[in-house]
């Protein structure tokens, strides 16, 4: 995908509507990509409340987004095989700069900042080798790429920093698709997938954990870090639809990885596809979405035991909040869930289809 100068100006001009922050800063506020009824594609910043605060006009559509705390800035990242990044103003939605992809490379959808916010980690495939790289850009140089090492596995998806910020945790999916689309799957059992932590200093892998031979075709796909430093994954099945095999796992800071129980029927009603996965705020609580199942699954992590599935149709976008999570839809809008597995009535920000991911921001 080529972004010229016109689609580049357009979205630089347009769609910036920006009520003041300040007047949400005692609501939770959250971000997220989507499309409306005509499949013109946006960023979105609002409330708990449902108040829109700005709609940004995207040159495509959106993946996820990744706050740059204390600066006022927030990074959208191109659905794969993306071409663009753009770094938004957090209070007014206006696009401050527009990133493209160096050749032969692509945007995998996510990324995060270091802990300081001076540089920016994306995940990246090489179009070339179609092995998985970590672009590097210095935020305090116009996001300038300085440098990329290997994400050490095959089809890298998201990404995360420890809670000590010294490492980066990957999630490689571990099957090499058509770089064209970014989704055709090119070779099946092709490589196993695998959660890497990447040391920040000497830019090596320290751990790189493979899933049992069995699972393969399991493709790792989105993580979460709880603050000792617990990450949550979730994966997509590639196999056939009458597997079932687990979706969801943790794998702790002393490398222990291992997947979550769950009852055969919540399992079925996934359908072998986790969209996004989510601790709460305190880290009691652990949350997957499939929007091909419609269902929000919770396990408790005092036991690590399943708790429920909430239907919610095409539901994926998922965020903490203190008792439970707000969960965003494709074609049921925006509701909270509380921690016994009960929605709220009404539904908020109807009318849009909501892209997978959906950040909450925090200053």
Same mark, same amino acid.
């Given at each position: ?74 990074? #959208? ?34 990324? #995060? ?160 596809? #986790? ?89």
């Amino acid at each position: 995908m080529v972004i010229d100068r016109r689609t580049l100006l357009l979205s630089l001009l347009t769609g910036a509507f920006a009520p003041r922050l300040a007047q949400a800063d005692s609501r939770n506020v959250y971000v997220s990509c989507r499309l409306d009824g005509e499949r013109n594609a946006s960023v979105s910043c609002f409330d708990s409340t449902g108040s829109e605060l700005f709609s940004t006009s995207l040159p495509s559509r959106g993946h996820d987004a990744v706050e740059r705390r204390g600066f006022g800035e927030v990074v #959208v990242f191109a659905r794969r095989p993306g071409a663009w990044m753009l770094v938004i103003d957090r209070a007014t939605g206006m696009i401050r700069a527009s990133i493209a992809a160096r050749p032969e490379r692509q945007f995998c959808g996510h990324g #995060v900042f270091s802990s300081d916010g001076a540089l920016l980690y994306a995940t990246e495939n090489d179009d070339v080798t179609n092995q998985g790289v970590i672009g590097i850009y210095d935020a305090t140089d116009a996001y300038r790429r300085v440098d990329e090492v290997p994400s050490f596995g095959i089809g890298p998806h998201d990404i995360t920093l420890s809670p000590d910020g010294d490492q980066l945790l990957i999630a490689n999916g571990g099957m090499r698709t058509n770089p064209e689309t970014g989704r055709d799957v090119l070779v099946e059992d092709d490589a196993p997938p695998n959660l890497v932590r990447l040391n920040l200093r000497t830019k090596k892998a320290v751990e790189r954990v493979e899933l049992p031979s069995q699972l393969r075709k399991l493709s790792i796909r989105h993580l979460d870090a709880r603050s000792d430093g617990t990450v949550a994954f979730g994966c997509q099945h590639q196999g056939d639809e009458e597997e079932l095999p687990p979706l969801v796992g943790l794998w702790t800071a002393r490398g222990d990885c291992r997947l979550l129980e769950c009852p055969d029927i919540a399992l079925a009603r996934m359908k072998n596809y #986790v969209g996004s996965v989510a601790f709460n705020t305190d880290g009691t609580l652990l949350a997957a979405t499939s929007p091909h199942g419609g269902q929000v699954m919770l396990w408790s992590m005092n036991d690590r035991r399943f708790l429920a599935g909430v239907p919610k149709t095409d539901v994926c976008g998922i965020a903490p909040i203190a008792q439970g999570f707000v969960a965003s839809s494709g074609n049921s809008g925006v509701q909270e869930i509380d921690a016994q597995g009960h929605l709220r009535a009404e539904k908020q920000l109807l009318g849009f289809i909501w892209d997978n991911h959906l950040l909450r921001l925090r200053g």
